[in-house]
């Protein structure tokens, strides 16, 4: 999909150089996973604390069971 977006030019040479990609579109391209990557990493932090533990929960005799 063809896309027009106005990028700061020093922003865009930063990024290719630090990448160390080939051209800008592989650059821009790994710039968005690497992004989307932390955030989805971040969504999983927030969780931490969240949860209530079972303690009671015997995981071991969880992993014995029989299907």
């Known amino acids: 999909m063809a896309t027009n977006l106005a990028i700061d030019p020093e922003l ?3 990024a290719l150089r630090i990448s160390g ?9 790994k710039a968005l996973q690497e992004f989307i990557a932390r955030r989805e990493q971040q969504r999983l932090a927030d969780l931490l604390g969240t949860l209530d533990w ?3 929960f015997d ?3 969880e992993r014995s069971r029989q299907p």
């Open 59 to 61: 995981y071991k005799s």
């Open 21 to 29: 990609e080939p051209t800008k579109k592989a650059a821009v391209t």
């Open 12 to 14: 865009l040479e930063r």
């Open 54 to 56: 079972d303690d009671s």
